[in-house]
Nanobody
Framework: QVQLVESGGGLVQAGGSLRLSCAAS????????MGWFRQAPGKEREFVAA????????YYADSVKGRFTISRDNAKNTVYLQMSSLKPEDTAVYYC?????????????????WGQGTQVTVSS
């Protein structure tokens, strides 16, 4: 069992930066692929980024590539999402997710555990 708690969301102007954190409880964090997803009002939840168990490989949606960076600290049971050059279209609730078995996936159904989400609002 993994419990996930996101933090770091807020209101930022276009072009600004935010860093999201996701703290995990449970002993399986280091053995889980971790992902970030987001959901804007009226839209489907979409993949943003993922990181493998060791942190050696990362994956990004095309819409955030070059602007967002995912990282993890297994000693602190925490995964991060550094967001830069933010755009109004990045406005969404951001969710942290954990995938216990298998390798990286970018589909919502592939992840077993989810946090409650943190709101990110980018003003123009």
């Amino acid at each position: 069992q993994v419990q996930l708690v996101e933090s770091g969301g807020g209101l930022v102007q276009a072009g600004g930066s935010l860093r999201l954190s996701c703290a995990a409880s449970g002993r399986t964090f280091s053995s889980s692929v971790m992902g970030w997803f987001r959901q804007a009002p009226g839209k489907e939840r979409e993949f943003v980024a993922a990181i493998n168990r060791s942190g050696s490989s990362t994956y990004y949606a095309d819409s955030v590539k070059g602007r967002f960076t995912i990282s993890r600290d297994n000693a602190k049971n925490t995964v991060y999402l550094q967001m830069s050059s933010l755009k109004p279209e990045d406005t969404a609730v951001y969710y942290c997710a954990a995938r216990s078995l298998g390798s990286y996936r970018d589909t919502r159904s592939s992840y077993d555990y989810w946090g409650q989400g943190t709101q990110v609002t980018v003003s123009s």
